[in-house]
């Protein structure tokens, strides 16, 4: 791994058509040909079409429904708060699951009754996870344990619960040892995952975690090369990933976030050789993951 050392912290290597790559970032160049100067991002939505993607058999739906399931112990991806209606038994609910670490978001009824398709509400709805997820430090240990490199994807704030299926599906084929979600800003580990990852889901471990910043921190001490998936990097199969290596991929609008992009050794890229100057993050995941799995398992870039 002393190559390694060559490009650490130096993502200067134009990849791809004009000199850049990108797997997902959206380019504000493109819009009027200045570089956007305001250092913002485009807003996240929470909401697709006005509703949560999430599958209706995982919504649980009322105050008693909610609070049974807040008892059960059952890990719940989120929780939707009538704005405005914090009494009675829902103050309760709401202060549990923010004590949980449970993303909690008030919206209006109108979102609700969407959601709720008919049902009586009560103002108050969870989303519970398809599956238990698992912590990272238990993430690690197995695959340290496995004897294999260890390779795991961060997926970071990807909304789109067709794309995080695919990118699972990616995971599982190419062997990595886990997926790293973060709690907000993101899909969960609903139906409609599940059925895009085509089984992949029953396979691999899944982490969700409240800050992802953190998470890369504690993987770099326990020695993980981080890679982030972005424009301007080196070409992904000219990169040494044959080592602990974490890859991010980034949301479908806005790419890794610039923290995460600070804290990676590497920012990898694909070349461009078409019109359109980016490929789909589900695409992008298998590119960079299967090329890193190649490495690992032949020891050669």
């Given amino acids: 791994m002393e190559e390694k050392k060559q490009y650490r912290k130096n993502p200067g290597y134009g990849a791809g058509k004009n000199g850049t790559g990108n797997t997902g970032r959206y380019d504000y160049r493109k819009k009027d040909g200045n ?9 996240r939505a929470s909401f697709r079409d006005g509703i949560p993607q999430t599958d ?16 059960s112990g059952r890990d ?29 978001a008030e919206v209006e009824a109108s979102k609700l009754d969407a959601m709720a398709g008919g049902l009586p509400h009560q103002g108050v709805i969870a989303s519970a996870a398809l599956k ?6 238990e ?10 490199k260890p390779l795991i994807l961060i997926a970071d704030c990807v909304e789109d ?9 990616v995971a599982e084929c190419c062997g990595a040892h886990g997926v790293i979600l973060p709690k907000r800003h993101a899909v969960g580990l609903t139906g409609v995952v599940g059925k895009a990852s ?18 890369v921190d504690y993987l770099k001490k326990e020695g993980f090369w981080i890679f982030a998936a972005e424009a301007g990097g080196q070409t992904y199969y000219e990169c040494d990933m044959n080592c602990a290596a974490a890859i991010i991929l980034g949301s479908e609008g806005n790419g890794v976030s610039r923290l995460l992009l600070d804290k990676s050794d590497a920012i990898v890229s694909i070349p461009m050789y078409g019109q359109i100057n980016s ?12 090329e890193a799995a190649r490495q690992q398992r032949t020891g050669t870039k």
Avoid: F
């Fill in 35 to 43: 570089e956007r100067t305001d250092g913002g991002e485009k807003p």
């Fill in 56 to 71: 209706p058999d995982q919504l649980v739906i009322g105050r008693n429904a909610v609070s049974e399931l807040l008892k």
């Fill in 279 to 290: 490929l789909n993050v589900s695409c992008a995941t298998a590119v960079i993951l299967n």
């Fill in 139 to 148: 993430m690690v240990e197995a695959a340290k344990a496995s004897g294999e």
């Fill in 198 to 215: 085509a089984g992949a889901l029953e396979h691999v471990p899944v982490a969700k975690v409240p800050n992802l910043a953190q998470t």
């Fill in 132 to 137: 238990q997820y698992i912590t990272v430090e």
């Fill in 161 to 169: 619960p067709q794309n995080l299926g695919a990118m699972i599906r």
């Fill in 76 to 104: 719940i991806d989120k929780l939707w708060v009538k704005k405005g209606e914090r009494v009675g038994s829902l103050i309760q609910i709401v202060g549990e699951a923010i004590g949980r670490g449970i993303p909690v």
